[in-house]
């Protein structure tokens, strides 16, 4: 394997040392190509317009989405220009996701950068929001065929489905297992899973092939965001880089504390929901030993590792390759990162 | 002409006595396939998301957009299936704008019913017109090709550039001419636009039609919207059914504020931007009788009659027919209306 040298992980601290940018290396000159199609697609003449663009860009992060776009395009057959268009396309509409969710979350910082909504307020965070949502739409619809448009189309309306579900649970303590995976199957799964469709299909796979790989995608996806929870209660911003607790001061219950809610006794859940309900407590802190004492943050761990592993699973369908193997690490890196 | 007897207008008054649905019953069969597509589309299987949606399809109203997709398409050849595929998306994509555009002016009421940011909240408000705007997507990707997709991408993605103009040019008292325009052809026209430019399009009329309808709804566009404005400071909510006087609380300067600090005397100009700067003001009640005596507002209508012209214009491309009347005769309506 090409880059196998440069990616080294260490079983021991069951953490992998690589960085990000060395598991892209095979990949380097198309997400390279696809940035700079995210920043041509939403170039604008108007000044203000082009500022917020700019800013938003620097969000870009761990490139998740593309790069699942391009590892599955490569581990499936070939990548093509097309599969550079559809890595922008979904960076687009994760950038969309990410700048309203920081409204409805009254976030203000990401990536160690001031949010849209906290330098320029709600209004330009919700046009900021559709701007890239339609210019996605449009991108995608620079391709020869409808499919692209259709996959992305039914995916986000998915998406928004799994984000409003959320927002109705707010404040609901009684919260079950079955409602939280609705909506992270929604609001999170379906883009991971879309990109790796497209990149499947854009690849000339068979059927059975795209659907394995929506399969790893959407395994991939429910892994990451059990993860992203975990940290929004465990994580340090300092580290993150994002606002952190915010699940628990909307009240949004997520899976280590729907564990730790059936883990301990009923008159200590009873507090704890208490405690969920008092405004401006310092929930994160109140809240860790308990976590700490029941084990729930493990166990919300280990299930985020079984979607890994189903994950892992659905790669069986492919032909051993160097692509093949990145998927692989890739996966496991979504249960380790920490950030 | 067949519906002519039912279509009477009172020239006397310069009031058309006619309702839109006499107007539209030469293509009401269209209208209500769109109207059920629309349904279908933004149906879910959770309950929450069905009563939102259900909620904002009260907010149709006019359905000015689908009938310019329809009687455009009539008056360039004939309506076809895809004509109504095509007025439910261009409505959907006009619903996800009044929903956010309802955050941003902080409206409380849209066609005498409770605003989503005012029932449910802000959170809400936002993500339903993202699932507005995504399913507006996924229904344009059912058509045959990505024709429809790119021009509703790229007539959205001006729409989203005009209102980010707008929001950073709120407060701006020294707003001229030319940046009002700019907005309101970017928030307002490209809609109407797009809409006689698919309608035509789909239809089969030659490249020459199709630029031809594009400008008839940009001017009819434009028109409307300078209405529009104007009825925010002129109007009465008890007609319109909508929160008004929306633009002078948050210093948006629109058409006729921009006519009245030009005509009048510097001081008095000096003395209305300082009421506008005031928070609690009652700003319309004060601005008015500066506005009657300067005759600003006469003078914005004649402006929105002038573009009705040139939308008139460019009817004389197409041949004689009911569905020509009809679109003359809406292009007039948008300026006679009251609400």
Redesign the interface.
């Known amino acids: 394997m090409a880059t196998g040298t440069r990616i080294k992980t260490d079983e021991g601290q069951g953490r992998p040392t690589l960085a990000l940018g060395d598991l892209y290396a095979p990949i380097a000159t198309e997400l390279a190509d696809a940035e700079r199609i995210f920043q041509e697609e939403l170039s604008?003449r108007?000044p203000?317009?082009q500022h917020?663009v700019d800013h938003c860009a620097d969000f870009q992060g761990k490139r998740l989405r593309p790069a699942l776009v391009l590892l599955t395009a490569r581990a499936c057959g070939s990548v093509t220009p097309s599969h550079s268009v559809l890595a922008a396309v979904v960076e687009m509409i994760h950038t969309?996701t990410l700048v309203?969710d920081d409204?409805?979350d009254e976030a203000m910082v990401r990536r160690h950068a001031a949010t849209v909504n906290a330098e320029w307020?709600?209004?330009?965070a919700?046009?900021?929001?559709?701007?890239l949502?339609?210019?996605a739409?449009?991108?995608?619809?620079?391709?020869?065929?409808?499919r692209a448009?259709?996959w992305?189309?039914?995916a986000?309306?998915r998406?928004?489905?799994g984000?409003?579900?959320q927002?109705?649970h707010r404040g609901n303590l009684d919260l079950d297992e079955a409602s939280y995976f609705a909506i992270i199957e929604g609001k999170t799964a379906e883009l991971t899973a879309v990109s790796c469709r497209l990149g499947a299909s854009y690849a000339g796979a068979s059927d059975a092939t795209v659907a394995a790989m929506d399969r790893y995608g959407r395994e991939l996806g429910i892994a990451f965001q059990i993860a992203d929870d975990v940290l929004d209660i465990w994580g340090e911003e300092r580290v993150t880089g994002k606002s952190l607790g915010t699940d628990l001061e909307k009240q949004k219950l997520t899976l280590p504390m729907i564990y730790l809610l059936r883990m301990v006794e009923p008159d200590v859940a009873a507090e704890i929901r208490r405690l969920l309900d008092e405004a401006h407590a310092d929930h994160r802190r109140l809240i860790r030993p308990h976590l700490e004492r029941t084990g729930a943050i493990d166990r919300a761990w280990q299930k985020a590792k079984l979607h890994v592993k189903q994950a892992l699973d659905a790669l069986d369908v492919l032909p051993d390759s160097d692509a093949r193997s990145l998927l692989r690490i890739l996966a496991q890196y979504v249960v380790r990162r920490s950030s």
Do not use: K, P, W
């Open positions: 604008s108007f203000f317009v917020l969309a309203h409204i409805l307020g709600n209004e330009t919700v046009l900021l929001g559709d701007y949502f339609t210019h739409f449009h991108l995608a619809a620079s391709l020869d065929s409808t448009c259709r992305i189309g039914e986000t309306n998406v928004c489905e984000e409003m579900q927002v109705h």
